[in-house]
């Protein structure tokens, strides 16, 4: 039977496409194959990854003067490739961290360029933003980096930081598609497929075209942007299931009615789990500035750490799964995406109350 998943990522993904995509496992339509048995050239195929950008496209009302690249190498990859795209060898960028994918982040810019950090919330153990009055940007930066959603500490910044007419790139892995954005405030829109919308092994890279003509830095071809936007992101052989996957979530998460109506499913599935975790009298804590409490990553902690082992095994017997905390920052986390059903959240918060009156 299926459990309420709670994984952070790869991360539940919504039963109706499961079942598309196991009912069009042995034969796609009527092509005689299964569509990730066919050339990624072929018209079945290119059918496929046409609506699927067309679909994100609309989901995410992504206007017409930025490219839309599906490519491999997950959201790490892509924090490699940024610099190299976007910033001359050994330019300035700014750095803004709110928690560990924006240290990750800087991690793989620093060979390319003067990674200036230009605001963190570290020294506070990333339990918030640090108010924009304090960032120190620089005046000649190639772009401003943030992390739209920290997926690990829960993190999320609630409005568009202005940054000036800097780029601003942010990593929206962990919350793309969870309510309305306004894409042209952002320069390039990056992330992994796999938390919010569809499996891993694809990454949707959003990015305004003037950007693309930046010469960046000496790289290979299959590094460069400009050339996956060229060839429509088939450069070379694309993650073809994975590309078609992501294509029937975003089918399902607009048949549901698109982002507006995630906004308000999210809101409501986020403020039951932290109105549990509030009201529990300090059995459960989450140390995050309310303000800015992530909507789809709710690390919490109980009062007592000797409670984890049977809070995990409780839980899983109650049919909820993958709610173990990251190892860099224990206790729990529950990651409630977009193909999270209110109905899971509801079983969590129930089994949260009930643990806690055998326990408390
Ligand atoms: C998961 C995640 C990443 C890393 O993604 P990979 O696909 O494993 O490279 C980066 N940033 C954020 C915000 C994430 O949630």
């Not at 994100?56 to 690249?69: H, K, N």
């Not at 924009?132 to 690990?152: F, G, K």
């Not at 390039?188 to 891993?200: D, E, H, S, T, W």
């Amino acid at each position: 039977m299926r459990a309420w998943n709670f994984s952070a990522g790869p991360a539940t993904l919504p039963e109706p496409v499961l079942r598309q995509a196991q009912a069009e496992m042995l034969e796609w339509r009527d092509a005689g194959a299964s569509i990730v048995e066919l050339s990624h050239r072929g018209a079945e195929f290119i059918e496929v990854a046409q609506q699927a950008e067309a679909d994100l496209r609309r989901l995410l009302s992504v206007p017409d003067d930025y490219a839309v690249l599906f490519l491999q190498g997950g959201a790490t990859t892509q924090q490699a490739l940024i610099p190299l795209n976007f910033a001359a060898p050994g330019q300035t960028v700014d750095y803004v961290l709110s928690g560990h994918w924006g240290k990750t982040a800087v991690k793989q810019a620093r060979p390319y360029v003067a990674v200036n950090i230009a605001a963190s919330s570290e020294d506070g153990g990333f339990r918030g933003i640090p108010p924009r009055a304090q960032w120190q940007l620089s005046p000649d930066a190639a772009y401003v980096h943030i992390t739209a959603n920290e997926t690990i500490h829960g993190v999320e910044f609630r409005d568009v930081p202005d940054v000036g007419g800097v780029p601003l790139v942010a990593d929206f892995s962990s919350s793309i598609a969870s309510e309305p954005i306004d894409v042209s405030r952002y320069g390039v829109i990056y992330g992994g497929a796999q938390k919010n919308l569809g499996p891993v092994g694809i990454c949707f890279v959003i990015v305004r075209r003037d950007l693309l003509e930046r010469a960046g830095q000496p790289r290979a071809d299959i590094l460069d942007y400009r050339s996956h936007a060229a060839k429509e992101s088939m450069l070379n052989t694309p993650p073809t299931w994975n590309w078609y996957m992501l294509g029937l979530t975003v089918k399902w998460m607009l048949a549901e009615g698109g982002v507006e109506e995630f906004a308000r499913r999210n809101a409501r599935k986020a403020a039951l789990l932290y109105a549990e975790i509030d009201g529990s009298g300090g059995f459960y804590r989450n140390e995050v500035d309310p303000a800015v409490r992530s909507r789809m990553n709710v690390p919490f902690f109980l009062h007592d750490e000797a409670l984890n082992k049977p809070f995990l095994e409780e839980a899983k017997a109650a049919g909820l799964i993958a709610l173990k905390g990251h190892r860099a920052l224990g206790g729990m986390r529950a990651s409630i995406y977009n193909a999270m059903p209110e109905a899971g959240v509801q079983a969590l918060a129930d089994f949260m109350r009930e643990f806690r009156r055998r326990h408390g």
